[in-house]
């Protein structure tokens, strides 16, 4: 089959479109044949092996992917060849207690399709049957890659951490990012009130069409004011933090009393610093939020499927152009999730 491989650590250039083996599933797994996979930052933090564990290599990337059924290892009920599908990213044991108790991304042995698995940049993958989603036959492939692992993301974060209520302000950093474009429309489905932030003009109309009620353009304003004045100097009651130095800091202090921030990422850095007084002294709840379960997931979807939740698509490009797609994400010119097609 055809893969983008990368034999080495650092920048676009190290991912080769080569001829590798066809994987072969073993028992309980499936083979899909990739139509679609999307890019997530966890690909260029894998790359310049910057991901928290440096991954063997030759590697494959891609943590969001959507295709068919090319075969199974063994029969699998529900599930056929041909069939159209989309997988979830995360991978567990599926028996320890964590697992057992649906909090599968604390098993210990979980592991992430593209991280530390063989991912979707090839025209083949394999997975546990326990991954695989069918999707209807209405929704595009490339929609249903760039959906699992940012709508997974920000469902743990609002629903499951946060506990979003209706009538909450919520402040979305990076409008434009997967886990922000999901962020903002999962936040509105709860009926939350929701401000977000954008570095340029065209970022700040795209948001409001998606539906936030207020943006903010995060390069020309004070965010922290701009909040504390749209809320009528109360804050925000939920953060989503997913930018890291950055944007840490002004996050605390865009907190109303008995705010909620959670955080799920740190792209500009994992160093924040958070003054304690501003902690304790208005009761600030900090919750730390890593993917999800599968029935987070499937949960999510329910509304995907449903119309209710859409992807956003930046661009598509073709499989044998990942360091052009990459170059792109790099470059942070985008505004929702740029897909290769396979």
């Known amino acids: 089959m055809k893969a983008i491989v990368m034999r080495a650590y650092g920048g676009p250039e190290v991912l080769q479109y080569e001829d590798v083996s066809d994987p072969v599933p073993g028992p309980g797994e499936v083979l899909v044949r990739v139509r679609a996979c999307a890019l997530n930052h966890l690909d260029l933090w894998t790359r310049r092996g910057q991901a928290g564990r440096p991954v063997p290599l030759p590697h494959i990337l891609g943590n969001d992917i959507a295709g068919e059924i090319a075969s199974l290892g063994a029969p699998v009920p529900g599930l056929n060849p041909g069939q159209r599908v989309m997988l979830s ?129 995060h390069r020309t304003g004070d965010v922290v004011a701009e909040v504390r004045r749209l809320t ?59 993917m999800g379960s599968k029935a987070d997931l499937l949960d999510v979807t329910v509304h995907f499927f449903a119309g209710r939740l859409r992807s956003v698509l930046h661009a598509v490009l073709p499989l044998a152009e990942a360091r052009r797609a990459h170059e792109m994400m790099e470059a942070s010119q985008h505004f929702g999730k740029i897909v290769l097609r396979v």
């Open 89 to 217: 990213p995360g991978v567990s044991c599926g028996r320890c207690r964590m697992c057992l108790a649906g909090e599968d991304s604390s098993c210990r042995e979980y592991r992430i399709l593209g991280y530390q698995l063989p991912g979707g940049y090839a025209e083949l993958v394999c997975c546990p049957a326990a991954n695989v989603i069918p999707i209807p036959d209405d929704i595009a492939f490339e929609d249903a890659a760039a959906f699992p692992l940012v709508f997974l993301t920000a469902w743990r974060m609002l629903v499951r951490k946060a506990e979003v209520r209706p009538g909450e302000d919520v402040l979305v950093w990076a409008a434009g990012s997967g886990v922000g474009i999901a962020s903002i429309q999962i936040a509105k489905l709860f009926a939350a009130r929701v401000i977000t932030t954008a570095g340029t003009d065209e970022k700040v109309a795209k948001a409001r069409a998606l539906g936030a009620d207020e943006v903010v353009n």
């Open 232 to 290: 009528g100097r109360k804050g925000a009651d939920v953060v989503i933090e997913h930018v890291g130095e950055a944007t840490w800091e002004r996050s605390i202090l865009s907190l109303a009393p008995r705010g909620r921030l959670v955080t799920c990422g740190a792209t500009t850095g994992a160093h924040g610093a958070t003054e304690l007084r501003h902690l304790f002294a208005k009761q600030l709840s900090i919750f730390g939020s890593y």
